[in-house]
């Protein structure tokens, strides 16, 4: 173990090396010379920083019941603290992305992204995902930024001050920038952090730019508009002015009196990332400096300036982001400003104008978006405007892993299997909607009539579809899960903006995990909650939604259906950990059969492993597994188009090994229904001896019964998901709930 003062000494080393890499201090030729190196890293404007440090952290492709998506792994935080990552939203995060692209794209920062969605959706945590991926980035080498200060050398010598006239050896110097601190008497800073490049004026800056683009083979770069028409902040032409007069029109000798170095984007120090709360309404003010000390030591000609002061959350920001945290709560006037900026590019202070250059994000809930439409100036905001909404997730598995990344880990009890996905499930009942069976393709409208808030509730998790369907219409329904889960999605009533929100489910678990009965947090304790949870009508608006066929809105029923689904999760576990069946049997079964029937189809016979000769396909192995898959009648055809489709796949995807498996989970599924129908009473045989064990009620077992019972609990504890104690809670509900009912 490495020793206190060791872990101490790499810490110091480590900052030390921090230090030294952000306080990187140059002058402006040298800064010109960086320039030179890759231009297009400094020509970059707040929405193109941004785009960049999105895509640094680069992306993935998730693959989802309706098709595959891009998810930015800004968003899963890897280089922080990833129990913070955004879960799911991945249509938002490409919203967010294409919308920050087309400021890019249109050369400047003209419309905030206002991000909408229900009470407690995931909004806040969407955008401190950006902020943290933008802090972070911003120290890396690729995320480089610069401002500048302004170093005034001391006047003072052994002989007592000089006037500004006269000569020192170090006013000869090509830059002040290197001077140590005890020879500089003041420094004015830019509050705004201008780009150094501002420093020249335009046309020569021009020059600069498209010479060093140039001189790097760059053809097509077209650098944004903030390097074309922004100028310097107010304070810095003053400060530049009156040095051009002082040292009569030498740009040099001006540029002298810039020291460059990298600045890193913080929210804590507000350096380019700032939050403002509803309340905040001045977003950029400028005041006049008086009796500043630093000032008094400036040159005579700038001390007879009269210097002010900007600030405000838009000059804080800029550079970076600014999100305004529930927009809709400022008055229409702060509103109205803002906008008014956008559309100008410009923000107006009290003695001059601040060029924007920070990309602005926003947060509202739907009420208030929804009032704000109906506001007589809405139409006139619109165009500068982005909405993206962030719902509530729909998806089960994904709405169980914001509680295990943010809740369980901070429970203090033991967490037994499916508590979590129990209440996820029950979430995610109460966000979904019945579709409107006229929107889909004929040969499914029926089915989608009949889909029930459960089978929809599948269909979304992992693209599960309801049983009896041809192959077909599966394949249709599952095409149709985009459509169906855009649905609403023009109007308000949109699919994930009503239901139970995730603090409430948070409550629900917390609840839960105090309760008497149980010792872990145990799913039956959580379901008993959620049945409470369902008659506090007057507490919880949307439990009064009205209810619809197919179970939709109907609360009240819901914790039926997650314990339906939990006994079949227990029920699943006890038949694995009892031994009673090796999962791969069922996949063994289908790929000896599918083997088979293509020798059937091809009129040929087999080889035989055990007797190493050619035999007929055994035709009894396959009726009894088409039976278990249910099938009756047009067995020639359905074993033709068995093999056809796996010559398929085998074409669509060269060189990789097909598995009957991978073609036909539905037929899995059903092999594996099949067989632990026929087996369910096994199971319970398990859990009996085990319960009795558990219970230290063993004495009268017999040695087998005694053995089997110690098989299934060594099993189910074997990897951290059962503790004794959960295990003991799961088996008396299962057999009491499923094999010993009066
Ligand atoms: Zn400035
Ligand atoms: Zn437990």
Not at 136 to 159: C, M, N, Q, V
Not at 623 to 635: A, D, T
Not at 655 to 674: D, N, Q, T
């Amino acid at each position: 173990m490495a020793k206190i003062i060791d872990l101490f000494n790499e810490a110091a080393d480590t900052i030390t090396k921090e230090y030294i890499q952000q306080r990187q201090i140059i002058s402006f030729a040298e800064y010109l010379a960086e320039f030179a190196k890759g231009p297009k890293l400094h020509l970059r404007d707040a929405a193109g920083y941004l785009l960049d440090a999105i895509d640094h952290f680069g992306s993935s492709q998730v693959a989802q019941p309706w098709g595959t998506q891009v998810r930015y792994k800004i968003f899963d935080q890897e280089f922080a603290d990833p129990s913070e990552r955004l879960v799911g939203q991945e249509t938002a995060q490409n919203a967010v992305r294409a919308a920050i692209a087309g400021q890019v794209r249109d050369g400047r920062v003209n419309r905030l992204i206002l991000i909408y969605g229900p009470n407690g959706s995931a909004k806040s945590t969407f955008i401190k995902c950006l902020f943290r991926g933008l802090a972070h980035y911003s120290r890396l080498d690729e995320g480089a930024l610069y401002r500048f200060r302004w170093i005034f050398p001391t006047r003072k010598t052994s002989h007592g001050t000089i006037g500004f006239g006269a000569r020192l050896k170090r006013d000869n110097l090509a830059s002040f920038a290197h001077l140590e601190d005890d020879q500089i008497d003041a420094t004015v800073e830019c509050e705004v952090r201008d780009h150094p490049l501002l420093l020249l004026p335009k046309d020569q800056r021009l020059r600069v730019i498209n010479h060093s683009l140039e001189q790097q083979g760059i053809t097509d770069y077209q650098a944004p508009d903030h390097f074309m028409e922004a100028s310097l902040c107010h304070r810095c032409r003053q400060v530049a002015d009156a040095l051009m007069r002082t040292h009569q029109g030498d740009i040099r000798k001006v540029l002298a009196h810039i020291q460059v170095e990298r600045w890193a984007i913080s929210r804590r120090y507000r350096r380019g990332l700032v939050q403002v709360g509803p309340q905040m309404s001045a977003d950029a003010s400028q005041r006049q400096v008086t009796a500043d000390r630093n000032l008094s030591a400036l040159p005579i000609e700038l001390q007879n300036m009269t210097l002010f002061e900007t600030f405000g959350p838009l000059v804080d920001g800029a550079g970076g982001m600014v999100e305004f945290e529930d927009m809709l709560k400022r008055p229409i006037d702060a509103f109205k400003y803002l906008l008014g900026t956008i559309e100008t590019g410009e923000v107006m202070l009290g003695q001059s104008i601040l060029k924007l250059n920070t990309v602005l994000l926003a947060t509202t809930n739907d009420d208030m978006l929804e009032a704000f439409r109906g506001h007589h100036e809405f139409p006139s905001f619109r165009d500068r405007l982005t909405l993206v909404p962030v719902p509530y997730i729909t998806q089960r598995s994904s709405e169980q892993r914001i509680y295990e990344l943010q809740l369980v880990p901070n429970l203090g009890r033991h967490t037994a299997p499916h508590a979590v996905a129990a209440v996820a499930h029950w979430a995610v009942l109460s966000r979904l909607h019945k579709p409107d069976h006229n929107n889909y393709p004929k040969p499914i409208r029926n089915i989608i009539k009949k889909l029930t808030v459960k089978e929809k509730c599948d269909l979304y998790n992992d693209g599960t579809c309801p049983q009896g369907l041809s192959s077909e219409e599966r394949a249709l329904l599952r095409e149709s899960l985009n459509d169906m889960r855009a649905e609403d999605s023009t109007g308000w009533a949109y699919e994930g903006r009503y239901g139970a929100s995730p603090r409430l489910i948070r409550q629900v678990l917390l609840r839960a995990s105090l309760s008497d009965e149980f010792e872990c947090l145990s799913p039956f304790a959580v379901i008993e909650e959620l049945k409470q949870l369902a008659t506090k009508v007057r507490e919880h608006p949307f439990l009064e939604r009205e209810k619809e066929d197919g179970g939709y809105h109907h609360h009240d029923a819901f914790a039926d259906i997650v314990e339906d689904q939990v006994l079949d999760a227990i029920e699943n576990d006890v038949r694995s950990a009892s031994g009673l069946v090796e999962e791969s049997r069922y996949e063994d079964l289908l790929t000896r059969y599918v083997n088979h029937v293509s020798h059937v189809v091809k009129g040929e016979k087999l080889l035989s492993e055990t007797t190493d000769t050619y035999e007929e396909p055994d035709e009894s192995m396959m009726s009894s597994v088409e039976k278990k898959l249910g099938l009756e009648k047009n067995i020639k055809e359905f074993r033709e188009n068995l093999i056809s489709r796996i010559a398929a796949k085998a074409i669509e995807n060269p060189g990789e090994k097909i598995s009957p498996a991978m073609v036909f989970p539905e037929y899995l599924r059903r092999l594996k229904a099949a067989y632990f129908e026929e087996n369910r009473q096994k199971v319970a045989a398990a859990a009996r001896p085990a319960l009795a064990i558990l219970n230290e009620e063993d004495k009268y077992l017999e040695k087998d019964e005694k053995k089997t019972g110690k098989m299934l609990i060594k099993n189910l504890t074997k990897s951290d998901n059962y503790c004794k104690k959960c295990t003991r809670d799961a088996l008396v509900r299962l057999l009491s709930k499923r094999f010993d009912k009066k």
